[in-house]
Nanobody, 128 residues
């Protein structure tokens, strides 16, 4: 069974940092890409960052470039999102997702990948 479990969310003041984790299981981690998405209240879900586990390629949305860093620990089947210099507009539920074909639920593209296997999400709240 495919599982993606996010952790590390919380409440921080603007300028603070959080590190999110996404632990994956049930598929061949090294063959896929893992993406981070976020959704604020009353807004569409947006892609934040992804990493191609098989070639290390990464992508960042312009809104987080220079502040967020995505990385992976392949031995632990885990992807991290280090978030620094957080802003109130970074507030939202953060989801990790895998590009497992075929996409399962609510597929959403980011770069060349379509992500359709989702975790349950973790809340990030940045206060001003």
């Amino acid at each position: 069974e495919v599982q993606l479990v996010e952790s590390g969310g919380g409440t921080v003041q603007a300028g603070g940092s959080l590190k999110l984790s996404c632990e994956a299981s049930g598929f061949t981690f090294d063959d896929h890409a893992i993406g981070w998405f976020r959704q604020a209240p009353r807004q569409d879900r947006e892609g934040v960052s992804y990493i191609s586990i098989f070639d290390g390629d990464t992508y960042y949305a312009d809104s987080v470039k220079g502040r967020f860093t995505i990385s992976s620990d392949n031995a632990k089947n885990t992807v991290y999102l280090q978030m620094n210099s957080l802003k109130p507009e970074d507030t939202g539920v953060y989801y990790c997702a895998a590009n497992l074909p075929p996409p399962r639920f609510l597929p959403q593209a980011m770069g060349p990948f379509v992500f359709g296997s989702w975790g349950q999400g973790t809340q990030v709240t940045v206060s001003s």
